[in-house]
């Protein structure tokens, strides 16, 4: 009697706030950290360039941060970081707004605690800092703008600029672009199929001359320029040599492993759908949008990134079909029902396992091996 009075005052609400602020601060801290290791991923990936051999993917990235270095004598650790500590931070605090009149409740929390949710950047510090926290940014921008009546057809063609130009810093916006598509959908209630054009177009056209006309990450010059310019990985991005999809093959046993983890999120995401009125619609369209993402599995081997992405991306979009509230802190109390014991146990067994960015699709070393084993096995190694 008292476990469930106290279950019925405990404040979602105040809970997702507090995980976001720690995820946020999480991420920040790291991505400083890996950036002044001078990280080939985390800050490398920032830095690749036109310079080495004109334009290729990524490349915008790196040459402005040249030229703002050429301009400030800024060293370009601190460049990218004040560029990474502004999406990160802006994507969390836009998306603390978004909710913030929203009425969530232990389901939504659900996926929160997905190990590719949210927590899925506690367990895997190689999620921070990446570029997709730009995507991240700009939709959780573009569905605040949507869910207050705010999207005027102006702002609609600076998403889509702001989509053209962050494909020319990371192609991965083109395969998460229906997601946009779907949000319009769920607010407007009707197709619109001269207005999603314009978000694919403003993906596709960059993607095409990429693709066209694009020449290699690393042209030769790359790490010498760097090397002038302040910074030393010794790994990552600048030294990718590796057949992925050979790769992929090389490593099937580590890799059949993601099947477990897609097959758990697409059960806890059906559940979740058992209670929407949209469920059908939102059914065939994240199906689709999955399926947009499919080249991507099959020519890079970060698939838990992809799957990341589009757990956080659902999160997002999810957010359009709560209840309105009257509080910052409006939630639904929970009860004890059915419905509370399935959402348990879909929260303790997402609580348990691990998704790893490329590699091990599946380990029993999620937040709860990480909180309360892993230090207890650091100090019996001392």
Same mark, same amino acid.
Request: contains cysteine.
């Given at each position: ?194 207005? +999603?054009?314009? =978000? /694919?177009? *403003?993906?596709?056209?960059?993607? @095409? ?5 694009? &020449?290699?990450? #690393? ?35 580590? +890799?059949?492993? =993601? /099947?477990? *983890?897609?097959?758990?999120?697409? @059960? ?5 759908? &058992?209670?929407? #009125? ?39 979009? /999810? ?64």
């Amino acid at each position: 009697m008292m476990t469930s009075r106290i279950l019925q005052h405990f404040n979602i609400k105040i809970f997702i706030y507090f995980l976001i602020a720690v995820t946020a601060v999480y991420t920040l801290a790291f991505t400083y950290y890996y950036n002044f290791k001078d990280d080939g991923y985390i800050l490398a990936d920032w830095l690749i360039n036109y310079q080495d051999g004109g334009f290729k993917r990524r490349g915008l990235s790196g040459s402005f941060f040249f030229l703002l270095q050429d301009v400030t004598g800024i060293r370009l650790n601190y460049l990218v970081y004040f560029f990474q500590f502004i999406f990160i931070s802006g994507f969390f605090l836009l998306y603390a707004k978004l909710i913030r009149y929203k009425i969530t409740d232990l389901l939504y929390l659900s996926l929160l605690l997905s190990p590719i949710g949210f927590v899925g950047l506690l367990n895997t510090v190689t999620y921070v800092g990446k570029k997709e926290f730009i995507v991240f940014f700009l939709f959780t921008w573009f569905v605040y703008a949507l869910d207050n009546n705010k999207l005027s057809k102006c702002k609609e063609y600076f998403f889509c600029a702001a989509l053209f130009v962050t494909v020319l810093l990371h192609e991965v916006v083109l395969f998460y672009v229906p997601y946009f598509a779907i949000a319009l959908y769920l607010k407007t209630g009707k197709f619109q199929y001269k207005r +999603y054009i314009k =978000y /694919f177009l *403003s993906v596709g056209i960059p993607a @095409l001359v990429i693709f066209l006309f694009g &020449k290699n990450v #690393n042209e030769g010059k790359s790490l010498e320029i760097l090397a002038s310019r302040g910074v030393h990985p010794i790994y990552g991005i600048f030294y990718w040599k590796i057949d992925e999809r050979q790769y992929i093959f090389e490593h099937k046993n580590e +890799y059949v492993l =993601y /099947f477990i *983890s897609l097959t758990l999120s697409i @059960l806890h995401l059906s559940y979740y759908l &058992k209670f929407l #009125n949209n469920r059908k619609f939102l059914s065939i369209a994240l199906l689709g949008a999955f399926a947009f993402t499919l080249p991507l599995f099959y020519l890079a081997i970060d698939w838990g990134r992809w799957m990341y992405i589009h757990m956080v991306m659902i999160i997002i979009l /999810f957010s359009l079909l709560l209840k309105e509230g009257s509080s910052a802190y409006a939630f639904e109390s929970i009860t004890i029902n059915r419905k509370f014991y399935i959402t348990s146990f879909i929260i303790l067994a997402s609580l348990l396992y691990r998704v790893e960015m490329s590699g091990k699709g599946f380990t029993f070393e999620g937040i709860l091996y990480r909180v309360f084993i892993a230090p207890l096995e650091l100090l019996n190694k001392m």
